[in-house]
């Protein structure tokens, strides 16, 4: 089974950027798509962003503009930039995919957003 491990999380101010990495124990070649979810204290995980093989993007709403999911194949990693941020993106960030039918998740990267 595939395991993912999220990085790049911590405290910044309002208005800062993060970049967020998802490393793949193997190739992330082979699936159909990768997502960075979040979750909120006290709320459910909400998608965030993800990534087709093919290359197509999609976003919540309340990101679009400010975040940019990309992929590098050859690092078998999955990145989400994140720029302008707002205390209403603090929470835990997650990256999830599907193998052979089951999801897998990472553990979690937090970001706080706060002055």
């Known amino acids: 089974q595939v395991q993912l491990v999220e990085s790049g999380g911590g405290l910044v101010q309002p208005g800062g950027s993060l970049r967020l990495s998802c490393v793949a124990s193997r190739s992330i070649v082979s699936f159909d798509v990768m997502s960075w979810y979040r979750q909120a204290p006290e709320k459910q995980r909400d998608l965030v962003a993800s990534i087709s093989r093919g290359g197509s993007v999609n976003y919540a709403d309340s990101v679009r503009g400010r975040f940019t999911i990309s992929r590098d194949n050859a690092k078998n990693t999955v990145y989400l930039q994140m720029n302008s941020l707002k205390p209403e993106d603090t929470g835990v960030y997650y990256c999830?995919?599907?193998?052979?039918?089951?999801?897998?998740w990472g553990q979690g990267t937090p970001v706080t957003v706060s002055s």
């Open positions: 999830k995919t599907l193998e052979r039918s089951s999801t897998i």
